[in-house]
């Protein structure tokens, strides 16, 4: 191989691992950024459900464990009740600012708090330009 295909060749390599949120610390970030937004999702969920008791406060599902692959990582978990979940997560984007959403997309839920259907909060993970990074 040229030295310029070997060039060609790492270069392509690192892309897919930005990608994959990995290479030069980048794995951990995604990770940890993913587990942030997920049990924010998960808090949001548990305040939608109105058979919470009032004055105290919601039960919530816990993250059990993250496993991420190539464009891809999986979490398991348990809903409020203890039921064991897994939902999927397609991964675009690099270490700081990367999309994550779910596949197959989540179902909506019945907000009580406004009375109707609403997005499922555990559909995008995304991270939020200006928030969780410069676009």
Known sequence: ???FGRVC????????LLAAGCGGGGEAP??????QHFNTALGQLAVMDANQEHGVAPKRGRLDEVSCATGSCTIRWRSWDGRAMVTRYALAGGPKCF???AKPAL???VDDTIGAYATHPLNDLSTKPGLDCQA
Do not use: C, D, G, H
């Open 9 to 16: 060749t790492l270069a392509v390599a690192a892309v897919l």
């Open 30 to 35: 995604v990770k940890q950024q993913l587990v």
């Open 99 to 101: 999309t994550a959403r």
């Open 1 to 3: 191989m040229t030295r």
């Open 107 to 109: 179902s909506p839920v």
